[in-house]
Every structure is written in structure tokens, then in C-alpha cells.
């Protein structure tokens, strides 16, 4: 029922339009879930349930996160990193929404192909921004889309303060890198890449060393199972690569 109301709401109302006013266009339906089972820590709403989409992850039906929206919003206040100045490469809504509004930090928020709300448009690979601006970095399920992705890790690297954090996040698999840049289709890619747009499909030593070999420090958090998952609308195991400049 999710999905097909969301595709009708698409199909009539024009993109910037929904996405200003999103909150207000799902406030109806979502007030069906109300209830105790649950917690959206992100937009503090009680839940009977999350909706289940089609990949089994959990969304928010009042402020549309995913699962890994509500983790890493956790992980951002648990290590104190929300303050200085924080760059974000394709939010979520339901983040840029409440770190926009965050008073301890000044938001640069970053999309590049006009796919997500955001105020900047910085290429990865060549950010226009000063070098060691940034105290910390998100860059989440961006790397994969990239050919020269070594050069936005470079660009990451140059544009962060020493002691500051970024939080990766891209799909993983067993083994070595997988890429191909012969691949060029969108049929192919998902066919050998898992998605339209990739261009490989990082492992996590694989990845890990990549951030190495351009100075980062890396630290690979693997989170699994917890009696809080069911309660907190959370997908485990989930990994997260956070690297920091010294």
C-alpha cells in the first residue's frame, strides 16, 4: 500500500514541491502507525509498527528514515561529533532536515544530481571548499557510484581537519573489489554491481585499504543484533568504515 501511494503522490506533484513539503503530505497516512511497539529516535515518534519495504528494511512513516538513517544518526550523537562544520554528501531528508536545524554545527549538505534536498552542489572528486574546513564528513552509499573514487578519498582527505571523522558506509562483499569499468550500461551494471549506477561493489579490507593508502586512519565498525534493534527500527549485522585524518 506504501509503495503505491507513493508512486501516485509522485506522479502528480512535482519533485522540489514533495520534497518541501514531504512531512505534511505523509502526516495522514502515518498517523496509522501510531503506537507504542516502537521509537523513531530521529523524529521522537512512538510506532505500532515501521513500514516494511520490499528489501525488508524498516522506514519511519512519519519522517521517512531508513534503518541505516536511525543508526548513524545514533552513532553522530553517541561519539560527539555533532559540532564545528559537517559536510554531507546526498542526505537523507530526515537528516538534513534535523542537522540543518542543529544549533553546534555550521551544515554544508551536498547533491550533486538534484536527487536530494541539499544547499550545495560539490563534485566529490573536486570539492570546491578550502583545505582542513570540515570537522566531520558523511559520505554514505556515495563511493560506489564513483569511477575515480580514489581521488574523492583523496578530496576527502584534503578538505578534513586533522582529528576529524568520516562515516562511510557502502553495500560489501566478500573477497577483493569488484569493478569493471568496461561495465557501462545500467543494465549491466545491476546485473554485476547490485544497482544501475554502481561501478563495483567494495569489500571491507578492500575499501579499508583505499582510505589507508590515502592517509586515513580507519576503523571498521561491524554492528550486529541487539535486544534495542526491534525496538529502534535497526538492521543488523551493518557496517560502517570511520576514518580519521591525524
Request: hydrophobic share 35%; aromatic share 14%; proline share 3%.
Amino acid at each position: 500500500m506504501y509503495i503505491f501511494i507513493k508512486k501516485i503522490i509522485k506522479a502528480l506533484i512535482p519533485k522540489d514541491f514533495l520534497f518541501k513539503y514531504e512531512q505534511i503530505f505523509r502526516f495522514p497516512y502515518a498517523l496509522f502507525f501510531l503506537g507504542n511497539n516502537h521509537t523513531c529516535h530521529i523524529c521522537q515518534k512512538k510506532l505500532r509498527t515501521f513500514i516494511l519495504l520490499k528489501n525488508d528494511d524498516l522506514l519511519c512513516p512519519f519522517c521517512g528514515s531508513l534503518s541505516r538513517n536511525r543508526r548513524l544518526w545514533y552513532l553522530l550523537n553517541q561519539n560527539n561529533v555533532l559540532k564545528g562544520n559537517l559536510l554531507h554528501f546526498s542526505p537523507s531528508r530526515s537528516l538534513y532536515r534535523i542537522l540543518k536545524k542543529h544549533k553546534a554545527i555550521t551544515y554544508y549538505s551536498s547533491d550533486f544530481e538534484n536527487e536530494f534536498l541539499a544547499d550545495y552542489k560539490f563534485d566529490i572528486t573536486n570539492i570546491k571548499q578550502d583545505n582542513e574546513k570540515f570537522d566531520t564528513i558523511i559520505c554514505y552509499h556515495i563511493l560506489e557510484h564513483i569511477i575515480e573514487d580514489q581521488k574523492a578519498i583523496s578530496e576527502l582527505y584534503r578538505v578534513l581537519k586533522p582529528h576529524g571523522t568520516v562515516y562511510i558506509q557502502t553495500p560489501f562483499k566478500d573477497g577483493e573489489i569488484y569493478e569493471d569499468y568496461s561495465i557501462l550500461t545500467p543494465q549491466e551494471r545491476k546485473k554485476h554491481f547490485g544497482q544501475e549506477d554502481h561501478v563495483r561493489i567494495y569489500s571491507i579490507e578492500g575499501l579499508k585499504n583505499r582510505l589507508m593508502n590515502n592517509g586515513f586512519n580507519v576503523s571498521v565498525k561491524t554492528l550486529n543484533k541487539t535486544d534495542d534493534d526491534l525496538f529502534l527500527g535497526l538492521k543488523s549485522p551493518e557496517t560502517i568504515l570511520i576514518a580519521t585524518k591525524q
